[in-house]
């Protein structure tokens, strides 16, 4: 059974950073890809970032967060991490992390077969 359990959310300032980390204690991903979504209050899911669990270990960024987010991967800790720095108000949503089987279509939310239940950020001006 596949549990995704988020943490790191909170309360930061502007220009501050947090570290969200995604852990899966039902089965140890070794292929496909893991992501990070986000929802803000009356808006839809929205990709963030992406890692492709492969030899090449591909990364994929949304616009608004690069050069500002890393995503990264603990394989023997089976732990996807997003390190968020500068952030800004515009941040403020509930992150999920997901887990999908496939190789494409990493910035779709329809391509991910398993979803954790979210963290709030809140990056207060």
């Known amino acids: 059974q596949v549990q995704l359990v988020e943490s790191g959310g909170g309360l930061v300032q502007a220009g501050g950073s947090l570290r969200l980390s995604c852990g899966d204690s039902?089965?140890?991903?070794?292929?496909?890809?893991m992501g990070w979504f986000r929802q803000a209050p009356g808006k839809e899911r929205e990709f963030v970032a992406a890692i492709a669990i492969t030899w090449s270990g591909g990364y994929y960024y949304a616009d608004p967060v690069k050069s500002r987010f890393t995503i990264s991967r603990d394989g023997a800790k089976n732990t996807v991490y997003l390190h968020m720095n500068s952030l800004k108000p515009e941040d403020t949503a509930v992150y999920y992390c997901a887990a999908t089987l496939g190789y494409r279509d990493y910035e779709r939310v329809s391509a991910y077969n398993y979803w954790g239940q979210g963290t709030q950020v809140t990056v207060s001006s």
């Open positions: 039902g089965r140890t991903f070794s292929s496909g890809g």
